[in-house]
């Protein structure tokens, strides 16, 4: 959970006590020192910003975790967990912005991947229907409806779906 220019320090840091280990002759430490950088590399990959953008996201703060998100060069790197989150924010994010065609297409790619719990796939789901239902293509809207309600959901989600139903 780390930012770009927070992971070069510390990788900095770490590279100066693997200098000092091997000149002390301690390699142990050194073995541990690169276990750490290799580490800190693959985290950035695999985990990236995802987590602190989520914080921001819910803090409100959509600018913050737009450009957290936006570290993120190649996101299909990411871990399977991470990247449907990374779809999920960023699809909000979009839809914040009334940018609907964005907000689909991330909405699409964080529904194929895993969330937390199915209350989120759902959620994901509610969220393509509304979009269909702007574009006034309720056979969509209505096959994401169906699609949601399979999922284990919460009473507020059930409650969008109505709606969601009656409006089609």
């Known amino acids: 959970m780390l930012t770009r220019k927070?992971?070069?320090?510390?990788?900095?840091i770490a590279v100066l006590l693997l200098f000092?280990?091997?000149y002390e002759q301690v390699y142990e430490v050194t073995a541990a020192t690169v276990l750490m950088i290799g580490?800190?590399?693959?985290?950035?990959f695999r985990e990236g910003?995802?987590?602190?953008?989520?914080?921001?996201?819910?803090?409100k703060n959509y600018e913050e975790a737009e450009i957290l998100l936006k570290e993120i060069e190649d996101p299909d790197r990411l871990g399977r967990h991470r990247r449907g989150f990374y779809e999920?924010?960023?699809?909000?994010?979009?839809?914040?912005?009334?940018?609907?065609?964005e907000a689909e297409k991330?909405?699409?790619?964080a529904s194929r991947f895993p969330l937390r719990n199915q209350?989120?796939?759902?959620?994901?789901?509610?969220?393509?229907?509304?979009?269909?239902?702007?574009k006034k293509d309720k056979e969509k809207a209505k096959a994401y409806v169906e699609k949601a309600k399979t999922f284990k959901i919460s009473a507020r989600v059930k409650s969008i779906i109505e709606k969601i139903e009656s409006e089609i």
């Open 20 to 22: 000092w280990t091997v």
């Open 39 to 44: 580490f800190l590399i693959w985290g950035y």
């Open 119 to 134: 209350n989120d796939k759902a959620i994901v789901l509610v969220h393509l229907a509304n979009i269909n239902l702007r």
């Open 106 to 109: 991330h909405f699409q790619i």
């Open 88 to 101: 999920f924010i960023y699809g909000n994010l979009e839809l914040h912005k009334h940018n609907y065609e």
């Open 49 to 59: 910003t995802v987590v602190m953008a989520a914080r921001e996201f819910h803090a």
């Open 6 to 12: 927070a992971r070069l320090w510390v990788i900095g």
